[in-house]
DNA sequence: TCTCGTTGTTACCGGCGAGTAACATAGCAC
DNA sequence: GTGCTATGTTACTCGCCGGTAACAACGAGA
């Protein structure tokens, strides 16, 4: 739309330029909720042009998915491992710092990686507000009981940490029917505490 | 299959059945990855059946995910809140307990709300594998700085909690670019510290 | 026993979207 | 200029699956 005229582009080129438009729609819409129609519009193109790259809708996801896969451990050679002079709590510092630059910088690849998307707008602001009331209560409940020792502007993302790894302990849990109990509350609560304690 | 004659029952018990089966399937297999042949055979009847009690697919989808979240608040309902002979800690820890319970009676539902699910099987292993590593590693990371101070038994459930929870974190901020990545920072410091602190 | 509403089935429609065949042309090699 | 290949398009096919019409029969109540 942008010129009238087809341009015409080296393969390698417009391969980039159609996995990076696919990246943004499977990102923001999941897989069922992306059309390979929407994938070759984003990407100025036609469908045909896309399945000259991509095998298949699932190959392209799949393509997608190994890329960012391999890019993840690339954010480590970021940490300036010179620790000797730095102490314990300061070396987690910086990787917590180069890890958000990473995120920050590969949105799309991480909410590929990590993000829920069923594909359909209802059913995701549904789950949406699920997640917001339950950060809401652990919110409430944080600054009941931590109230004067945590800055007003951090109860919100540590109730989102909070309730986010709980969610995964807990399918972690059901997955392992093995596990005790006692040992898994032992778990929540030393990693609660910091919050709640 | 288990009766070669189709048995008939009354419409509200066999909703239930439909519902129970939806249920099963859906947290198995996502919504995109169930088709509703497959939820009536589920529950021993044919799709008519199923549209007779439910307007369509996401209607039913709707319907159980609504049903779960008014059922989530009754888990507190097992909080024992006579919690002015009891310490901190120790409340805390009941209502782990409470909720832990509340997560195995009713592992289909909180699947259904908070596990992902794209819906097609090799994706599904993809995310899998990625989840594992980023737990393996963040393991082998807990073990060497907490080491002595954890049961080896609570190293793998930390580190899922911990990774779930910063993958959380993550998305948080980036739906939330006005928040400084300081605030953050400080926040997945405090509350990674009882693990590698 | 006859009736009628409820429970159930078989056998279909229709559309959406993945994937493709066949054709068009830009532009480099010579 | 004259091919020839890589890049691009139009215009389809086809299967899957959500949804439905039409029909069958059970069994409670008269």
New binding site residues.
């Given amino acids: 739309m942008a010129a009238t005229k087809?341009?015409?582009?080296?393969?390698d080129e417009?391969r980039e330029l159609i996995a990076l438009a696919a990246g943004r729609l499977f990102a923001a819409n999941g897989y069922a909720g992306?059309?390979?129609?929407d994938v070759a519009a984003a990407a100025h193109?036609?469908?045909?042009?896309v399945?000259r790259h991509f095998d298949?809708?699932?190959d392209l996801y799949l393509a997608l998915l190994a890329r960012h896969e391999d890019d993840l451990p690339s954010f480590f050679e970021g940490v300036d491992v010179s620790e000797a002079d730095r102490s314990a709590d300061s070396l987690v510092r910086v990787i917590l710092e180069v890890w958000l630059d990473y995120v920050r910088a590969n949105a799309h690849a991480w909410a590929m990686l990590f993000r829920d998307n069923s594909g359909d707008e209802e059913i995701q602001a549904f789950r949406l507000r699920v997640s917001r009331t339950a950060r809401e209560v652990m919110a409430a409940f944080i600054a009941q009981r931590a109230g004067s020792r945590m800055p007003p502007e951090q109860v919100e993302p540590t109730a989102e940490l909070l309730t986010s790894g709980l969610a995964g302990l807990a399918m972690w849990w059901i997955d392992r029917p093995e596990v005790p109990k006692p040992v898994v509350v032992d778990v929540a609560a030393r990693m609660s505490a910091p919050a709640v304690g």
């Fill in positions: 087809p341009k015409r582009i080296a393969g417009r992306t059309r390979m129609e193109v036609t469908k045909p042009m399945y298949s809708k699932k």
